[in-house]
């Protein structure tokens, strides 16, 4: 079936019924219609598989699809141009140009925490680009998938672009096919499968991926407006956004202050209990639920219901023991000692991509984090705290049943905890306390590159520091999730967190092959100057050009 797919959609593009500018500008109109048309179905589907609620899909993914469609639509005839460019004199009279070519029949594999916005909005780019497009969906939001595979051939060019359902062995399938663009968004392990099936057909690939995304507060923030926009930045849909601030770091004279101040903005946006709230999602699956779970402190979770007297009292001993050896850890690190490499960070979460082998758990998603080495001056301990994964703040409740697990907020968090190990990918914030920028800095730079970083300081020099001494796919002063938000910026990780970007004119140029045009006439033919044998006139002639050149 996949190679069937494949074969149709190659034959598509090579009749060249995807090139001309009507036909781009026509997929794109319909593009918009099928998420305005849609939005009750759209917002329904994400409620099924996320417990989403529908003013989230709508806002942060019906509108950025319909908004990217535009933007690009109303721009890509001056970007599909020619763009002239100037020739050396040398080759006068002569002229030069490129032009933007689609690169042909592309393959773009979603995630499931934004399964609308992360399928169409990178369609919305190749088809801007006059591609054809093969869309894998992730089969861990099937209602979504479902809806998307049954509606794209209603609105879009059936010949054109096909979506594929199906789970890892679809994907791996497809990866299989000499697809001319991969465009994967996920986590790192399944990123380095998709990048060596295209290495056998020397595709190029763009990887938008994942990372533990850094925040940092110092005393000069207004701690009310930092608190709030931490706390949508990382709670909306249920921490499960790849570019979400995934913990702070504060600074001595404020962290607990902030810590508190967070809670209270969960309170003002969730309610005394974000539970019966119909704005705070649900985790995705019963695999995340207790990968989440792990990372609380000890004791915060209760164990599921024990078949056995026996079996209750062995779960007590365990948790104790458990508690002790975390309690060492810490004591042993306050020592000297430094945290151990751990990868295995939950990458922007897609698993959907996976081939055939790999756990397709956000943890096991990535390597996008490796915990280094941490000058103990770095991050302070905070008296009292002995869960390396911080006290609670606020927050802590589950409920397996339901998949929930309430906004949580960890102060005094230690930066060997597990928690700080992997990309959270969940509603658990932690507070680790550090020193000063500069430890800021130091800390997030011995950690990979992440998607994101966030600033929250008023101090100039703080933040030209972290532009300049960080390395991060966007970095934001006092603005989390803010650069989603336009097509004018590109949206892409570096290193661990990604390769390349899309969206707005980044994203026709990533579906696109920039090609250079040459053209000299043939009369006068000024070239038989360098044409030999070469004697010593043109010797001299040359020397003299070499020095006007």
């Known amino acids: 079936m996949v190679n069937v797919e494949f074969t149709r959609l190659r034959h598509a593009y090579e009749s060249g019924r995807t090139r001309p500018l009507a036909w781009r500008r026509a997929q794109l109109d319909a593009l918009c219609r099928l998420v305005t048309d849609n939005r009750d179905a759209f917002a329904s589907a994400a409620m099924a598989d996320l417990g989403k609620p529908a003013a989230e899909t709508i806002l942060m993914e019906l509108n950025l699809v319909a908004s990217e469609a535009k933007f690009v639509r109303n721009r890509l005839g001056l970007w599909a141009a020619r763009h002239p460019k100037a020739m050396h004199w040398m080759l006068q009279p002569a002229a030069g140009w490129t032009i933007a070519e689609p690169k042909g029949v592309v393959l773009i594999i979603s995630p499931w925490n934004y399964s609308v916005l992360l399928a169409l909005e990178p369609m919305a780019d190749a088809l801007a680009a006059g591609n054809a497009i093969c869309l894998k969906p992730s089969e861990l939001s099937p209602n979504t998938s479902r809806l998307i595979a049954e509606l794209v051939p209603q609105y879009l060019d059936p010949e054109a672009v096909r979506v594929v359902e199906g789970g890892p062995k679809e994907t791996g399938e497809l990866l299989k096919c000499q697809f001319n663009h991969i465009f994967y968004t996920g986590g790192g392990h399944v990123g380095k499968i998709v990048m060596r099936a295209a290495a056998k057909h020397l595709t190029p690939v763009t990887l938008e991926l994942g990372g533990k995304s850094p925040c940092f507060v110092d005393r000069t923030a207004d701690i009310n407006v930092a608190a709030r926009r931490i706390a949508w930045g990382k709670f909306t849909n249920a921490g499960q956004t790849c570019v979400a601030p995934d913990y702070v770091l504060a600074t001595p004279d404020v962290a607990e202050a902030l810590a508190e101040r967070i809670a209270v903005a969960i309170t003002e946006f969730y309610g005394e209990d974000p539970k019966a709230s119909p704005d705070f999602g649900r ?228 579906f696109s092959h920039v090609k250079t045009v040459v053209s000299k006439p043939q009369f006068p033919d000024t070239l038989q100057l360098v044409y030999p044998p070469f004697n010593e006139a043109k010797a001299k002639l040359f020397n003299i050009i070499a020095k006007f050149s």
């Open 283 to 510: 985790i995705i699956n019963d695999r995340h639920f207790e990968r989440l779970c792990k990372l609380l402190p000890v004791g915060t979770v209760p164990p599921e219901e024990p078949s056995s007297p026996l079996v209750q009292v062995a779960s007590a001993v365990g948790a104790a023991m458990d508690m002790v050896g975390r309690r060492f850890n810490v004591v042993a690190a306050g020592r000297g000692s430094a945290g151990e490499t751990a990868g295995g960070g939950a990458g922007s979460a897609n698993n959907a991509a996976k081939p055939a082998a790999g756990s397709n758990t956000a943890a096991a998603d990535s390597d996008v984090t490796a915990s280094a080495a941490v000058e103990p001056s770095e991050i302070h301990k905070v008296p009292g705290v002995f869960d390396p994964a911080g006290r609670i703040v606020c927050g802590g409740k589950v409920d397996r049943a339901a998949r929930y697990i309430a906004p949580t907020v960890l102060y005094g968090t230690s930066p060997d905890a597990l928690v700080m190990k992997e990309e959270i990918f969940g509603p658990i914030l932690p507070i680790l306390v550090v020193e000063d920028a500069e430890s800021a800095i130091r800390f997030i730079n011995k950690r990979s590159r992440p998607l994101a970083a966030y600033v929250f300081s008023r101090d100039h020099e703080v933040r030209l520091t972290f532009e300049r001494q960080t390395s991060s796919g966007a970095l934001g002063y006092s603005l989390p999730l803010g650069h989603l938000l336009s097509s004018r910026l590109p949206f892409g990780g570096v290193g661990d967190s990604g390769i390349g970007a899309y969206r707005g004119k980044e994203g026709f140029r990533t």
